[in-house]
Structure formats: C-alpha cells, structure tokens
C-alpha cells in the first residue's frame, strides 16, 4: 500500500479574540508611529497559508506543502517518479 500522508488539520488557527487583540496591538503601535515605513497595513495573519476548516475546526494542513514537494522530486526525478508510480497501480 502506498504512503498515506494525514491530510487533517495539524495545527490550530487563531481564533476571531486572538485576532481581535494582535490587531489592536498593530493599530496601537501604528497610532504612536512605531510601525516600519510600509507595515502600515499589515494584518494579524499576514504571510500566514489559508486556513482549513474540516469538522468545526479551523487551522493549517501541511498537506500543500507535501504535494508541492511530491512535485517537484517528480520534476527533478522523472524516472523514479515513474517507477512509484508503476509499483502502486
């Protein structure tokens, strides 16, 4: 049998309250000029992957990130790539 990554949720996003007071910490510092030239607009979650919601939960799934690798040692490696994918027809 092939390899079975967890495709669920491995870690927990921030709840609406925990965004709620980053924000107003950034609105803050924004308020007495301490924000970088250009993070003026930055939000609490900015750079952060979407969130997945699965079950009533809301957080992160590495399982992006592992198909982009399967990808790219596919791109890298054709004739392995192949050979796997031959074995687990």
Do not use: H
């Not at 992006?64 to 687990?88: G, H, N, W």
């Amino acid at each position: 049998m092939e390899y079975q990554p967890w495709t669920g949720i491995d870690v927990a996003a921030y709840n609406p309250t925990q965004e709620a007071a980053m924000r107003m910490n950034l609105n803050t510092a924004n308020a007495f000029g301490m924000m970088p030239e250009g993070y003026g607009e930055l939000s609490p979650t900015e750079g952060m992957p979407e969130t997945v919601t699965q079950g009533g939960f809301t957080g992160y799934s590495s399982i992006p990130m592992y198909d982009l690798a399967v990808q790219e040692a596919a791109k890298r490696d054709p004739r392995t790539a192949q050979i796997r994918e031959d074995l687990y027809k």
